[in-house]
């Protein structure tokens, strides 16, 4: 009788082992799923905040470019009249 209660107390924390592994394992798993995909999502966002800075650059130094270009043809019509 006894042994067959520790058997069945054997079987049971198996059993018990055996589904807290599988969770433990799936746990990891999805985890690692879950962090590449917000990595993936973060150096996508890094990309694109470093080619809009460099847009916002750029169009910075044309409009300085052309209000410079504006300074000077104001200049030239200032000595024509």
């Known amino acids: 009788m006894e042994e ?15 589904a807290i592994d599988k969770l433990v394992a799936d746990h990891e798993q999805k985890y690692k799923e879950i962090k ?7 150096g996508i966002n890094m990309d694109l905040i470093q080619s809009l800075k460099t847009e916002l650059n750029d169009t910075k130094k044309l409009e300085n470019d052309k209000c410079r ?13």
């Open 4 to 18: 067959r209660r520790k058997e069945a107390i054997e079987s049971i924390e198996r059993t018990k082992k055996q």
């Open 36 to 42: 590449e995909y917000y990595s993936e999502i973060t």
């Open 69 to 81: 270009e504006k300074m000077r043809q104001y200049e030239k019509n200032q000595q024509i009249e």
